[in-house]
């Protein structure tokens, strides 16, 4: 009997999910919609294509239980919380709604605590028992392990640096209704937010004057910088430079041998790492300095937050903590 374990990760236009077994490959994947305002509703339907998946697998399975990775996840609650890019208000027991539905091991976390797990289990801190991972899509995400345990925090809400502030008393609007979080200027929203600041501060030609907001993507300014264009070179280096130094900082809590950076932005390569790493050294505390690597993540990326949703239950298991039946 095939046994795997249903990792899914919960995005604000999307839910990806898919079947992984204990070595952490993923057999089959698909999504639906997270645009259903009623929860009881997106459950059904995420429970249909699930159990669909299962029986399109063509043999016979034992799900050992399931995995998620949310914004605003509460690991010690199984809880989504007021989550501002998500469809539903207030407090979410998604976890036990879930495990209703399948009546297996249910566990729940932030998404970025989740590609931590990940990374932990079967990417580049796998033996590492102190590292950050940095997850950077729309907005900021950050999972801290220390001495081999992920910290929740007393609330199950520890390692939020996409929310700490880079600019104290304004700056940019978050959508967590504070200004300056740092998230607003290092992410793939903030690397455009910092373009179109450029544009409207400077006289410089650019080919990205004439995409619109909702049209530019992060591939595009790379692809711009790759050509020579000074505005999308000038806004990676911005967005390396903050994003450096605000990890200097995050060093000074759990002294990490390597932090891990991840998601669409980590796809432009050396046009983020190169102004991240320099600006890291130069701002870090010189007892750290020379002692902790950048790097990219291990994981095969179409799939990160897939795995690590898993890992919440392989890790359990390893554990012995959960026991399948």
Sequence with gaps: ML???????????????????????????????????????????????????????????????????????????GTIEDAPNLPWSGTIPLADMLEKQFNIPTKLTNDANAAAMGEMMFGGAKGMRDFIAITLGTGLGSGFVANGELIQGH??????????????????????????????????TGLKRTVYKLLADHHMDSELKRYSFDELNTKMVADAA??????????????????????????????????????GLAKAGDLIFKPTIKHFEKNLLHIFQGKIKILPSELDSTHTPIIGAASLILEDIKNQKVVPA
Excluded: Q
């Design 226 to 263: 790759l050509n020579g264009d000074k505005v999308a070179k000038e806004a990676f280096d911005y967005t390396g430079k903050v994003l450096g130094a605000k990890l200097a900082d995050a060093v000074g809590h759990t002294s990490p041998e390597a932090i891990f950076i991840m998601g």
């Design 155 to 188: 609330d199950g809400h520890a390692g939020e640096l996409g929310h700490i502030a880079y600019k104290i008393g304004g700056g940019r609007l978050c959508k967590c209704g504070k200004k300056g979080c740092l998230e607003t200027y290092v992410s793939a």
């Design 3 to 77: 046994e795997l374990i249903v990792g899914i990760d919960i995005g604000g236009t999307s839910t990806k999910f898919g079947l992984v077994d204990t070595s952490g490959k993923v057999l089959m994947h698909s999504s639906i919609a997270t645009d259903n305002p009623d929860i009881e509703g997106y459950i059904s339907e995420l429970t249909t294509a699930v159990k669909r998946a299962v029986d399109d697998i063509g043999e016979s399975v034992e799900l050992l239980g399931v995995g998620i990775g949310a914004p605003n996840g509460n690991y010690r609650k």
